[in-house]
């Protein structure tokens, strides 16, 4: 089998993709499918309430994959792929070393323990660090934050990043963040994120806490599949968005 395929077309808006217009883009907009990256992810169940037909919408998915290259490949290609998986820096090497070099961007990664024991300070760090050029473990973009239970605070932000000789009000300028006050909100976040993401070169996605509203809304042993469903469809966009931006992902 040959290696070389036919050069395949490349969308850059939504719009430009077969079959989508300016009426059927803002409904998929509306869903939360703003970039060609978001449509090459999806499923056809998932364009459905766009009014799209399951024929229309295998049409559309195929042209952004295509556009995207996400087909079979070779492993020496795979080998390649896996040569632009960046790591992010702790700020600690004892925990770098752990993670063989720090967070792999195109993966979760995930901080537990009691509370009180330093979870949400780790996200405030990666969220300073990240902005730190790659010589000094990090990887010159910015941060998408999701407070789910209201800990983030901008003045630990800024004794950070005194502390790493950056500008405070640069690197508070280039974390993006939002509170989310249910689960359903929180998800809605993520499922929009995807232009703000692309727009503002975000490197690392941070929910913290992931799970505090899912605990919380959906109790007892008869809500515990819904909750497992809801909460698997979240962690797959956050997966998705992780690869397809080639981002770190973090939650707690």
């Known amino acids: 089998m040959s290696s070389e395929e036919k050069p395949q077309k490349t969308y850059q808006v939504i719009e430009d993709l077969p079959g989508i217009g300016p009426v059927t883009a803002q409904k998929l907009r509306n869903l939360g499918f703003h970039t060609v990256e978001a449509l090459a992810t999806a499923t056809i169940r998932e364009l459905e309430p766009a009014g799209i037909g399951e024929k229309k919408a295998a049409e559309i ?11 079979f490949i070779r492993a020496d290609e795979l080998l ?15 925990l770098d070393r752990l993670l063989d070099g720090g967070l792999e961007t195109q993966a979760i990664t995930e ?12 996200c405030h760090q990666l969220c300073v660090n990240v902005q730190l050029p790659p010589e000094r473990g990090g990887l010159n973009g910015g941060a998408l934050y999701i ?12 004794q950070m990043a005194k502390h790493l000789g950056l500008d405070p009000q640069e690197v508070v300028k280039n974390i993006i963040y939002a509170e989310a006050y249910t689960s359903d909100h929180q998800i809605f976040l993520l499922e929009n994120a995807d232009e703000i993401i692309k727009e503002n070169n975000v490197k690392l996605i941070v929910i913290d806490s992931l799970t505090a509203h899912f605990r919380s809304e959906y109790i007892g042993r008869e809500m515990l599949a819904r909750r ?4 698997n469809k979240h962690m797959h966009k ?8 080639n981002t770190v992902a973090v939650v707690t």
């Open 147 to 158: 407070d789910t239970e209201n800990t983030f605070r901008t003045e630990r932000i800024v």
């Open 238 to 245: 956050l997966i998705r968005l992780a690869r397809v931006f």
């Open 111 to 122: 901080f537990y323990g009691e509370y009180g024991s330093g979870k949400s300070q780790i």
């Open 80 to 94: 390649k792929m896996r040569e632009n998986v960046l790591r992010l820096t702790t700020g600690s090497k004892a």
């Open 61 to 71: 998915i195929h042209a952004a994959r295509s556009s995207l290259s996400l087909s």
């Open 228 to 231: 497992q469903q809801k909460l």
